[in-house]
């Protein structure tokens, strides 16, 4: 059997592409036919970086040196004195509210270092 446009369905590959996700495979020259051992050593997964962030870019710079680390700074201070003294910042207080900010950032930064390119 002959592939035409070198396009491969969800049935004879028993791979499920994805909206992010492009298949393509080489073929051999002058087959007629193929089976599953030549198509699961030659298949490429190509994944669009359509959500990757580039670490040299200009957002990422900003966001690593405009935004982290005076959160971090603060954190390093802020965080020995209220486990030291078991001090609270007092609830609903522009403390309690920023220290809450700086949570939300920190765990979005996580997401944003999954989402970094190399």
Do not use: H
Request: neutral net charge; charged residues 20%.
């Amino acid at each position: 059997m002959l592939l035409k446009n070198k396009q491969i369905s969800k049935a004879q590959s028993g791979f499920n592409p994805c909206l992010l996700c492009f298949v393509r495979f080489p073929l051999k020259v002058g087959t007629d036919d193929f089976d599953a051992k030549d198509l699961a050593g030659s298949l490429i997964i190509n994944v669009s970086d359509a959500w990757m962030v580039n670490p040299k870019n200009k957002f990422r710079m900003v966001w690593d040196l405009g935004v982290m680390i005076p959160l971090l700074v603060y954190l390093m201070v802020l965080l020995p004195f209220r486990l030291a003294f078991d001090n609270e910042a007092p609830r609903f207080t522009w403390v309690y509210w920023f220290e809450f900010f700086s949570d939300m950032v920190a765990m979005t930064d996580i997401f944003l270092n999954f989402r970094t390119g190399n």
